[in-house]
C-alpha cells in the first residue's frame, strides 16, 4: 500500500500529527541554531576572541548527545505531547535569556543548556511512531527529520533578516529574542493539537525506568559497550575547550568535569545493571524479546549518515572557498546544498525503506555513502568545479537518506522503547560529529572525508551480517498484563 500523498495537504488524523510534529522539529532547530549567522555581531558585541566563538559553537552541541538520551526515556515513560511541550517553553524562555546575555559567560552557559533543544527530534520519532503504520512510517518519519532539520538552514536566514529590519546594535537581540518568543506560542499551539496515540489505542511504557531493557545476557554486554563512546565523546569536548585545546577551560576546571563525565557513566552502567539484572537469573520470555545488535547497528548507521552531516557542513564552504577560489557567498551556496537536499532525501530514504525493507535500503544508503566520501577525498584543485559541487550534492543526497532509512527502522524495534533507541542514535550521531570534527583539526580535509568514508565501509560491512530485517509482528504486554501482538508489516 502506498503513501497517501494525496492527505499530505490535510491537517486531520495522522496528518495533523505529521504536521505539527515537523513543526515543532523546525522550530527546535530554529532555536537550537539561531546563534549560528550572528556570530558576527556577538564577536562585536561582546569583543569576542576567535576561541571564544568556537567555544559557543562547541557548547552548543555539548548537552545534546546526553539530553538526547535522557529525553528518549522521558518520551517513553511520560508519552510525547508533554515531553515536546516542556521541552519548547523551557527552550524559548531559555533563548530569551540568550537574547538579553550582558556577557561571555552568559552566553556561554545559555548556549549550553539551549543543546538540550537539539533532543527535540527523538520526541517525534516515538509519535509518528504511534500514528503511522509499519507499511508508511519511514515515509513519515523521512518527512519528519527532513523538513524539520531544515529549520536550521531557515535560521541562518531569517535571523539576520530579521536582525538587519530592525537595526542598530541590538538587532539580533530582537532576533533571537522572537525565535523564543516563536517556540513558546507554538508549544501551546502543539499542547491543544496533539495526542500520544490515536483513539483507542495504547500507549507501551517500558517496565522501569532510567536505562533500556535488555533481552539477554549477551545484549547486556552489548548495551554497556554502547554507552562508552558517549562518555568519550564528552570527555573530547572537554579536552577540545581545556589548556590542550582553545584553552578556555583551566587544568583544575577541566579535571572537575572530567570527573561528572566518568561519575555520569558510572551510573548509568549501575542504572543499566538495576533494570536489567533479572537476565542473569532467568529468560526474558521470547516474545517480548528484541536483539540489541539491532539497536547498534541503527547507532552507526545514523553516525556514518548524520554524524558525517554535522561534520561536513561546518567544513565544507571553507573547504570549497580554499580549494577552488569561490567567492564566500558561493562556497556558502555549496555547502548549503548539502542540507538542503534532506527535504527530499529523508523521505526518500524513509519511502525506499517502506518498499524494499528497511536493512536492504539501509545498505544502499551506506553503499553511496561510502563512495561519495571515498570519491571526495579525491577531490583538489584539479578538478572542475562543476563535477565537485554535482559529487558532493550526490554524496549529501545518499547521507540523508541514509538518515531516512535509520527514521524508517528505529519504531520496528520494540515498541515501548522507541524513544530510547531514537535517542541512542540521535546521539551517536552527535558522538560521530565530535569525532569526525576531531579528526579534521589534525589532519586535510582529503584525508578527513578518507577516514569518513572508511569508517562507512566497516559500517557497511557490519550491517550486511547483523543487521536484520524487521519482523512480521512484535508484541508488547499491555497495562493489565495482556499480551499483545502487534503488526509491524
Not at 416 to 443: D, K, P
Request: aromatic share 14%; glycine share 12%.
Amino acid at each position: 500500500m502506498s503513501f497517501p500523498l494525496a492527505k499530505l495537504g490535510t491537517f486531520e488524523g495522522r496528518f495533523r500529527i505529521l504536521h505539527c510534529s515537523w513543526l515543532a522539529f523546525f522550530i527546535s532547530f530554529v532555536v537550537w541554531f539561531n546563534h549560528a549567522a550572528i556570530l558576527g555581531s556577538l564577536r562585536d558585541g561582546f569583543g569576542l576572541s576567535d576561541g571564544q566563538i568556537k567555544a559557543l559553537l562547541i557548547l552548543n552541541v555539548a548537552i545534546t548527545i546526553p539530553a538526547r538520551i535522557i529525553i528518549g526515556m522521558l518520551v517513553d515513560a511520560f508519552g510525547p505531547k508533554r515531553v515536546y511541550t516542556v521541552l519548547l517553553l523551557i527552550s524559548g524562555l531559555l533563548c530569551i535569556a540568550f537574547a538579553l546575555a550582558q556577557s561571555f559567560g552568559q552566553l556561554a552557559l545559555l548556549r549550553f543548556l539551549l543543546g538540550f533543544v537539539g533532543a527535540g527530534f527523538v520526541v517525534g520519532i516515538r509519535l509518528i511512531s504511534e500514528w503511522f503504520p509499519a507499511r508508511e512510517v519511514g515515509f513519515a518519519e523521512g518527512i519528519y527529520g527532513g523538513w524539520g532539520n531544515f529549520g536550521a538552514s531557515a535560521a541562518t536566514v531569517a535571523v539576520p533578516l530579521l536582525a538587519l529590519a530592525v537595526g542598530g546594535d541590538n538587532g539580533w537581540r530582537y532576533a533571537v529574542a522572537s525565535t523564543g518568543a516563536l517556540a513558546i506560542a507554538y508549544a501551546l499551539f502543539f499542547y491543544r493539537n496533539v495526542s500520544d496515540t490515536p483513539k483507542g489505542s495504547t500507549y507501551f511504557k517500558p517496565k522501569r525506568g532510567g536505562a533500556m531493557e535488555v533481552s539477554n545476557k549477551g545484549d547486556f554486554v552489548l548495551y554497556a559497550l554502547s554507552l562508552l563512546p558517549m562518555v568519550l565523546a564528552l570527555a573530547l569536548l572537554i579536552w577540545k575547550l581545556g589548556p590542550s585545546g582553545l584553552g578556555l577551560l583551566g587544568s583544575g576546571a577541566s579535571g572537575a568535569l572530567y570527573g561528572v563525565v566518568v561519575l555520569m557513566g558510572l551510573l548509568q552502567w549501575w542504572r543499566a545493571w538495576q533494570v536489567n539484572a533479572q537476565v542473569f537469573v532467568k529468560p526474558v520470555p521470547a516474545f517480548d524479546r528484541y536483539p540489541f545488535k539491532q539497536v547498534l547497528m541503527l547507532n552507526l548507521a545514523y553516525m556514518a549518515a548524520f554524524g558525517s552531516e554535522i561534520a561536513v557542513i561546518s567544513m565544507l564552504p571553507l573547504f570549497f572557498q580554499d580549494t577552488f577560489g569561490l567567492s564566500q557567498m558561493a562556497a556558502g551556496l555549496v555547502g548549503a546544498s548539502f542540507t538542503v537536499s534532506n527535504l527530499f532525501a529523508r523521505p526518500g530514504g524513509g519511502w525506499i525503506a517502506d518498499r524494499i525493507g528497511r536493512s536492504r535500503a539501509t545498505l544502499i544508503a551506506l553503499a553511496g555513502v561510502t563512495a561519495g566520501y571515498l570519491l571526495m577525498s579525491k577531490l583538489d584543485a584539479n578538478w572542475p568545479v562543476t563535477a565537485a559541487v554535482l559529487l558532493t550534492v550526490v554524496c549529501s543526497v545518499f547521507v540523508q537518506a541514509g538518515c531516512g532509512t535509520v527514521y524508517a527502522a528505529i519504531p520496528l524495534v520494540k515498541r515501548r522503547l522507541t524513544g530510547q533507541v531514537a535517542g541512542m542514535a540521535g546521539a551517536y550521531g552527535n558522538v560521530g560529529g565530535v569525532i569526525f570534527l576531531t579528526v579534521l583539526s589534525f589532519t586535510s580535509p582529503q584525508h578527513f572525508f578518507l577516514v569518513i568514508g572508511l569508517f562507512s565501509l566497516a559500517v557497511w560491512i557490519a550491517c550486511w551480517f547483523w543487521l536484520e530485517e524487521s519482523q512480521t509482528q512484535t508484541a508488547d504486554v499491555l497495562p493489565d498484563g495482556t499480551v499483545m501482538m502487534i503488526e509491524v508489516k
